[in-house]
């Protein structure tokens, strides 16, 4: 059994829905949580303490060890606090699940640029102010775990969404550079994509008998995304630099592939005539590569074309 025992992990967004979830099976698990939770509406307004403090009494009368925290992810001085929090109460950090998150829905053409930056400030600038602080707390042990909340809806597109998209594809791309930097000091770091029953979509939803009557929406019980981020934020896991869906039971790696492509002719120098006339290889996705680093794509076509690097 995958176990936590002596282990510190930290959870942002964990006073309500998936958040809650992840913070009570880690503390099963026999963690010692950091239950963060600002306590705001789904928009980000306002603030409630009780929202992580009841969290924490759940986990402690069931036995488990647990600690509130009510700093906000989106300054660095709530970042700070929260890693601070940690390592004062219990000494270490080991796993950091960042899950902290707004949600709203606004036409692209009428975002505002607060909307926009607000939204990005909390997901995404979030995650940057926590997992630096952490990231120096793993780098001295010589051990850690990111476990970043992305979204289907970055990967892929969702409508109404662009600020979120946005956000939640840039989680993306710092958890990749967190892997790569992290890699020779143990350190791992991936996302995932969950879809999940919560407030995400009963507060967006204006028809409450529609959700009820949704079969899909039935299927997502948030509880079948919780095995893919425990098993993320677990001493088990060697993986690092993967992104996994997580859907109603069903688990899988969601990937950015490199196609073979065409290429011209070394000494050539190509129009964009000849990309139209290639362009079923240009865009072609079989076969692929799954590049590890730019360097890996820089060095492939190099290789290719025959120049030494």
Known sequence: MIDFIGQVVVVTGAGRGLGRL????????????????????MDGDGADAQVADLVVDEITSAGGVAV????????????EAIVARAVERF?????????????????????????????????????????????????????GRFVFISSSGGMFGQPLEAHYAAAKAGLVGLSNVI?????????????????GFSRMVTDTVADPTAIEEA?????????????????LA???????????????GRFARVFVGLGHGWAADTGDDPTADDVAAHLAQVSSTEPFTVPDSIFDEVFGVCDRLGIAM
Not at 22 to 40: C, F, H, I, P, Q
Not at 215 to 231: C, D, S, T
Not at 234 to 248: E, I, V
């Open 22 to 41: 992840y913070a009570l099976e880690l503390a099963k698990r026999g963690a010692s949580v950091v239950v963060n939770d600002l306590g705001g509406s």
């Open 234 to 248: 677990s001493r088990d896991c060697g993986l690092t630099h993967h992104n996994y869906s997580a859907c109603a």
């Open 91 to 143: 000494g270490r950090l080991d796993a950091v699940v960042s899950n902290a998150g707004i949600f709203n829905s606004i036409a692209f053409e009428d975002m505002s640029a607060d909307s926009w930056r607000r939204m990005l400030r909390v997901h995404l600038d979030g995650g940057f102010y926590l997992s630096r602080p952490a990231y120096r707390v793993m780098k001295k042990q010589g051990y």
């Open 68 to 79: 509130a925290s009510h700093d906000s992810v989106d300054g660095p001085t709530g970042g």
């Open 215 to 231: 079969g899909f929406l039935q299927a997502i019980r948030p509880e079948l995304v919780v095995p893919m981020v425990v098993y």
């Open 179 to 195: 892997a790569i930097e992290g890699a020779p000091h143990g350190i791992r770091s991936n996302t995932v994509l969950p879809f």
